[in-house]
């Protein structure tokens, strides 16, 4: 989809340099995938951290992990 924005010249190489992406339109991508995973990791927190039966520790979950 083709869409023009009006992005702030610094803004965009810093982008570009912290994601090593080639170009701007890459390094929005990067960025909004990033800002969606983060979105989603957030939500997440949130879910567990209301959630009382939740019993799994940190060493549980690596078990898990390495099982897999």
């Known amino acids: 989809m083709r869409t023009t924005l009006d992005i702030d010249a610094e803004l965009i190489e810093k982008a570009m340099v912290a994601t090593g992406a080639k170009s701007k339109k890459r390094a929005v991508e990067i960025a909004l995938t990033e800002l969606l995973r983060a979105t989603r990791r957030k939500e997440l927190?949130?879910?567990?951290?209301?959630?009382?039966?939740?019993?799994?520790?940190?060493?549980?979950?690596?078990?898990?992990?390495?099982e897999s």
Do not use: H, P, V
């Open 45 to 66: 927190c949130e879910l567990i951290g209301n959630y009382d039966g939740f019993t799994l520790t940190l060493k549980k979950l690596k078990k898990m992990r390495d």
